[in-house]
């Protein structure tokens, strides 16, 4: 049986949350990892708004105000992330990234807090279920446009998020370049869409020009 809709949101929290911490010691490549952390929290909040939090609010309708609420914070957490996303050169992005990591944060405490636990109280384990199935579809389907997998195959038993394979079959100078150079060298080519692509899809579109 599928995973319940409090458990697999909950786990998907997990994963974010250990996006978040990669985001705030800023190693690594900073476009790839705000690609990702885009991609997962707006597949996680597009979902829950799809398929969970109508049902919290339709089972008890003196639940809607703190839905509503839910809302408004996904609303608030998204309009962070645009401002990390928009300073990403830039020196005020240690900022904008405490202030987007602190909207989230206080968001998933009042749904560990207050609306899972209500959920929980409002429906019965087989609608929990179901919840947790739709979802779970929801979800996949959000990611799907974003090449990222979905968290059952993205998470490890142990709850890590599993990094890449990259397969080294000797490689091109793209293979060797890092994202950054990849986004660069697209920028120069002008290929559509560049700001959305993983390392793997600049790569591809840069061969296919050469
Ligand atoms: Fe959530
Ligand atoms: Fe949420």
Known sequence: MAADAVTLIMNDHRLLEGLLAQLRTDQGDRHALVEEITARLTAHARAEEQEVYPAIAQADPGEKPEVDHAYDEHLQAEHELAKVRNLIASPHFGDAVTAFVAA???????????????????????????????????????????????????????????????????GDEFDKATRDELYEMAKKADIAGRSGMKKEELAKELRKQR
Do not use: C
């Not at 974003?146 to 990259?166: C, K, L, S």
């Open 104 to 170: 989230v944060k206080h968001h998933v405490e009042e749904e560990e807090n207050e609306v899972l636990p209500r959920l929980r109280e409002v429906v019965d384990a087989d609608t929990l279920h179901r919840l947790g199935a739709a979802f779970a579809r929801a979800q996949a389907r959000e990611l799907a446009s974003t090449g990222f997998a979905a968290p059952d195959e993205a998470v490890d038993a142990d709850g890590h998020a599993q990094t890449e394979t990259v397969v080294d079959d000797g």
